[in-house]
């Protein structure tokens, strides 16, 4: 699609898009009601989503926006509204909590036109182009995108459903995010909470060091100024952001976080709730650990993990498979050289969805894509620093590298920060929900 006829078809969405908030809709959108979706634009064809997450919720909005009512998108999602991970680390301190962080697919259907099916997909027919879901239906598609996050890898001592329990990894936010709220409520002064960081690629970079600040925080500003925020981390260092969070635990919270790198965990045992790892034996009162990623079942179990056994290797100037035509793989899910982020997954989505609106219609991809990621970390419970990046195409390498210069991270933290990431989330996520 090129910039005339994207602006073509943001002209006719705006007009749409008034009309469609004036009635207020909440039913099934009839194609007369979509707003901003234009009508047949000569582009047909069907497209089924797995997953509604950061990258699903967007892929499914923009095929819609950009392809119009003959592409007929269809998102599968297991879960009734999306948790979102972003700021779920603000559920630990109490300045969110996990309802607040919840997103409804209602939108999708009423001003795109996206057809919604609550279900867990299985298995992808790849000869046959159709996905099965749990429930025993099959969903034909002529193209399908598969955006369904990360799964995680079980560490030793956690293989029982009762060990997780007692540690929780709040990867992936929901329950477990709660809870690990009400296990720091529980911390005495002067006892441990000990979190474990897994070797790259996982997702969001900074989180895990955003969590140690914000748990410092809280624990600080609480009556337990004595308590000990422990961070074994897989890595060599600091993954993100390492001025901020160097300044943090060397300074800020200096005697309160003790960070470790390059350490690796051979067990956990829950019930004595001790760590065996390479710097010997370390228990705590609450133990976070966030186990190595791989990208979500539906991919490892449809050969599409071609990446390490782990990731989909995919072609960034369509987000198709490697390992099969047809199929696009976006997000965290994904093996590229960008960051796995909810905003990078945003990104990947609208290349992905402008490249198969241009597939369908008998065109080439853009053969130069350009994305950008921004990143917020709290610090505090009222400061923050930031990341941005963007990366290009580069044709040698087939890939997308950091346009040089561009990769910024915030001089220091601030209250401004603080105020602009939440700025920056509303919008990141009414692009993708609304
Ligand atoms: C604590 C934390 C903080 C973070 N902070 C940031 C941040 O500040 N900025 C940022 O950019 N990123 C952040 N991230 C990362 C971000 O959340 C992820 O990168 C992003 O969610 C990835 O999007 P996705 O679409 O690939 O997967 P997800 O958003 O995880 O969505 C996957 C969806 O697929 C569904 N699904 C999976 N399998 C199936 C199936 N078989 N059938 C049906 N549905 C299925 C799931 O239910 C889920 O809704 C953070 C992550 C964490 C854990």
């Known amino acids: 699609m090129n910039r005339r006829d994207f602006f073509r078809l943001a002209s006719m969405a705006g007009v749409g898009a008034s009309m469609a908030s004036l009635s207020g809709l909440a039913r099934a959108a009839t194609p007369a009601q979509l707003g901003t979706v234009p009508t047949n634009i000569g582009i047909n064809g069907r497209v089924v989503v ?34 979102s991970n972003i700021l779920s680390n603000l559920v630990l301190n109490g300045q969110r909590t996990m309802t607040s962080l919840q ?46 996050g990360v799964d995680f890898d079980i560490i030793p001592g956690l293989e029982t459903a009762a060990a997780q329990a007692k540690v929780p990894h709040a990867w992936k936010a929901g329950p477990q995010t709660t809870q690990l709220r009400n296990m720091l409520l529980t911390m005495k002064d002067s006892e441990r909470f000990v979190m474990t960081i897994p070797a790259k690629p996982y997702r969001c970079p900074p989180g895990p060091y955003e969590r140690a600040c914000v748990v410092a925080d809280w624990l600080k500003k609480n009556g337990r100024p004595n308590a000990k925020v422990i961070v074994l981390d897989a890595n060599p260092s600091i993954t993100a952001e390492p001025l901020a969070f160097g300044n943090a635990f060397n300074v800020l919270y200096k005697g309160m976080v003790e960070y470790y790198p390059g350490v690796s965990i051979n067990s956990i045992d829950a019930s004595t709730m001790s760590l065996n790892t390479s710097l010997g034996n370390i228990s705590g009162k609450v133990i976070n650990a966030i ?22 290797g995919v072609d ?34 609208k290349i992905c969805a402008d490249a198969i609106v241009r597939l369908l219609s008998g065109r080439s991809p853009d053969p130069s894509p350009l994305t950008n990621s921004a990143c917020y ?34 001089p220091s933290r601030s209250t401004d920060n603080y105020k602009e990431m939440f700025k920056w989330f509303n919008t990141l996520m009414e692009d993708s929900f609304a």
């Open 50 to 83: 797995i997953g509604g997450g950061m990258g699903g919720a967007t892929v499914a909005k923009y095929l819609r926006l950009w392809g119009g009512t003959g592409v007929s998108v269809t998102l599968v999602e297991r879960e009734t509204a999306y948790s």
């Open 103 to 148: 997103f409804g697919y209602s939108n999708l259907a009423t001003r795109y036109g996206v057809k919604l099916v609550k279900g867990d997909v299985v298995g992808i027919d790849q000869a046959g182009h159709s996905v099965a879901l749990a429930d025993g239906s099959r969903l034909p598609y002529d193209r399908l995108v598969v955006a369904p």
């Open 291 to 312: 186990p190595a990623h791989r990208a979500g079942k539906v991919i490892v179990d449809n050969a599409l993990a071609n990446v390490g056994g782990r990731w989909a």
């Open 316 to 349: 960034v100037l369509t987000y198709q498979s490697t390992a099969a035509p047809g199929i696009h793989v976006i997000g965290d899910a994904s093996a590229t050289t960008q960051p796995k982020a909810g905003h990078i997954a945003n990104q990947e989505a």
């Open 377 to 410: 970390s709290p610090i505090t419970s009222d400061t923050a620093s930031w990341l941005s990046a963007v990366f290009g195409y580069d044709q040698a390498t087939g890939t997308m590298l950091p346009v040089p210069g561009a990769t910024v991270e915030a």
